[in-house]
């Protein structure tokens, strides 16, 4: 008896903007059902609340996914100044307060403290696993632990605008960078406590929030269009990294996990994304004249 398919093959990211609401797991889960495809993954996790650009990778594009992850994010967040809650967001219970309120001149001056590599502490509500389990199922028993502060890059932080009890920023940044650290970290140092009130993602690699679709819209192209009106391709993941051209029979070695040689390979030693007839074949590594294959795609 021959396994039942639990969907269709279908290739390519589709870059949602995800709604508040729903986890980034639920939103991935809703457009596969539209898509009824069999094979799916995110990259990058939006919390609940937050709203934005949120890459989905389907069939072949899951193989992509890495290259995503660690691509630049960009986020529009407000903090609400005032209260500090155990989630760090709008979500969290209410343990602090204060009647700081920071003036625009102060947070200007604090900001540039935290762009280049600084340390950070995950949060306590963050899907990092501690002995085998979420943090967010510890932190929601009671349980007491601690989570190592790590090295982020923030490349750019940005105060767009200020109110009576709260402040709205942009910020660019390196993978694993929590916002809703960066909010009660930025409250400490000006004197006070804070919480994320707002969090929108406005870009995740390639993609920006021009380019999202809303699940509705989604659910009217999936009926009415062709899937390249709401699919990009599985290449377009990996626009940061050098393409190599093939001729079909070098492609059919390295899809069989041959090594192949490339003399006319000028770029620099590294990852590439092997092509041949316009689509990738293969995530590749290039050393010393020599390609090996990395990840294969069956396309």
């Known amino acids: 008896m021959t396994r039942r398919r639990k969907g269709n093959p279908v290739h390519g990211w589709v870059v949602l903007d995800k709604p508040a609401g729903k986890t980034s797991t639920q939103a ?27 890459p989905l990778a389907f069939g072949e ?23 500090a809650r155990d989630t760090g967001d709008a979500a969290g219970t209410v343990t ?8 625009r001149a102060a947070i200007e001056a604090v900001l540039p403290g935290f762009v280049g590599q600084i340390s950070q502490v995950p949060p306590a509500y963050s899907a990092i696993k501690v002995d085998g389990q979420r943090a967010y199922d510890l932190a ?20 767009v605008e200020t109110g009576p009890d709260r402040a709205s920023f942009t ?8 916002v809703r650290v960066l909010a009660t970290d930025l409250a400490a140092k000006l004197g006070t406590v804070g919480y994320v009130s707002a969090l929108r993602r406005t870009r995740v690699g390639p993609w920006t929030a021009a380019q999202a679709i809303s699940l509705d819209r989604l659910g009217e192209l999936v009926l009415s269009a062709a899937p390249e009106a709401y699919l990009h391709p599985v290449a377009a993941a990996l626009a940061d990294i050098p393409a190599l051209a093939l001729t079909d029979a070098e492609a059919q070695r390295l899809k069989a996990g041959q ?13 590439v994304c092997a092509m041949a007839n316009g689509l990738p074949i293969a995530v590749a590594r290039v050393l010393d004249g020599e390609v090996r294959p990395v990840r294969v795609f069956n396309l």
């Open 28 to 54: 991935l889960g809703a457009v596969r059902r539209l898509l009824n495809a069999d094979k799916a993954g995110h990259a990058g996790t939006l919390d609940p609340l937050a709203t934005g650009v949120l």
């Open 140 to 159: 929601r028993q009671g349980q007491e632990f601690e989570l190592a502060a790590r090295t982020i890059v923030i490349d750019r932080l940005d105060l």
């Open 96 to 103: 602090a307060t204060s009647a700081v309120r920071p003036a």
């Open 61 to 83: 594009a899951t193989k992509t996914v890495p290259f995503v992850q660690d691509g630049r994010k960009t986020y529009a967040f407000t903090v609400a100044w005032g209260e």
């Open 259 to 271: 090594a192949i040689r490339v003399a006319t390979f000028d770029g620099p030693p590294g990852e």
């Open 171 to 178: 910020v660019e940044c390196g993978k694993g960078t929590y």
